[in-house]
T-cell receptor, first 112, second 116 residues
Framework: EAQVTQNPRYLITVTGKKLTVTCSQN?????MSWYRQDPGLGLRQIYY???????DKGDVPEGYKVSRKEKRNFPLILESPSPNQTSLYFC???????????FGSGTRLTVV | AQTVTQSQPEMSVQEAETVTLSCTYD???????LFWYKQPPSRQMILVIR??????QNATENRFSVNFQKAAKSFSLKISDSQLGDTAMYFC?????????????FGQGTTLQVKP
């Protein structure tokens, strides 16, 4: 089944403890993105990748890192999480000719 | 910078009736895509419909159709014969460029409740 897989689905962590949210797609898509969803703000792009080793900042990149060493994987790294990063996170991927982005199931992150 | 506005935070409709969700956007681009995504309580983001800006014909997918007014920068979603499974949050999104691979700018979302 064609899909974008995010892990974990839920995560509660403490301020300052480094964490990684994984994202993997099995559709050979070149383009991958991370978004965060907050009430009243919709989804906002954190980082974007056009292909292996090619990434670019989105609208809210502060406090986040990404890497794209393999085409299928695009992990999101929070080096020192803070409470204002409590949010619902989505990974998404697409390719030219696709109807639109395919989203993962989301990761609910709580930083206390 | 592009912006997307959904002015209706919440809406409700009776089962089997028709409802229209509004979306306006601001851009100076000529080539772009517009999307409606559905987010049910499971929180999965599901693509409902998309429209290429260069196409004058409004997109249709079964019970879902759009009214794309390029000059007015308006992109509303009409749901006909509403079903209980249509209960969800709906997001309008703008994608810059001549392909569908760029950054998406999302509106704030409209929560739709379909009542039996």
């Amino acid at each position: 089944e064609a899909q974008v897989t995010q892990n974990p689905r839920y995560l509660i962590t403490v301020t300052g403890k480094k964490l990684t949210v994984t994202c993997s797609q099995n559709m050979n898509h070149e383009y991958m993105s991370w978004y965060r969803q907050d009430p009243g703000l919709g989804l906002r792009q954190i980082y974007y990748s056009m292909n292996v080793e090619v990434t670019d900042k989105g609208d809210v990149p502060e406090g986040y890192k990404v890497s794209r060493k393999e085409k299928r994987n695009f992990p999101l790294i929070l080096e020192s999480p803070s409470p204002n990063q409590t949010s619902l996170y989505f990974c998404a991927s697409t390719s030219r000719g696709e109807g639109g982005y395919t989203f993962g199931s989301g990761t609910r992150l709580t930083v206390v | 910078a592009q912006t997307v506005t959904q002015s209706q935070p919440e809406m409700s409709v009776q089962e089997a009736e028709t409802v229209t969700l509004s979306c306006t956007y601001d851009t100076s681009e000529n080539n772009y895509y517009l999307f409606w995504y559905k987010q049910p309580p499971s929180r999965q983001m599901i693509l409902v419909i998309r429209q290429e800006a260069y196409k004058q014909q409004n997109a249709t997918e079964n019970r879902f159709s759009v009214n794309f007014q390029k000059a007015a920068k308006s992109f509303s979603l009409k749901i006909s014969d509403s079903q209980l499974g249509d209960t969800a949050m709906y997001f309008c999104a703008f994608g810059k460029g001549s392909s569908n691979t760029g950054k998406l700018i999302f509106g704030q979302g409209t929560t739709l409740q379909v009542k039996p």
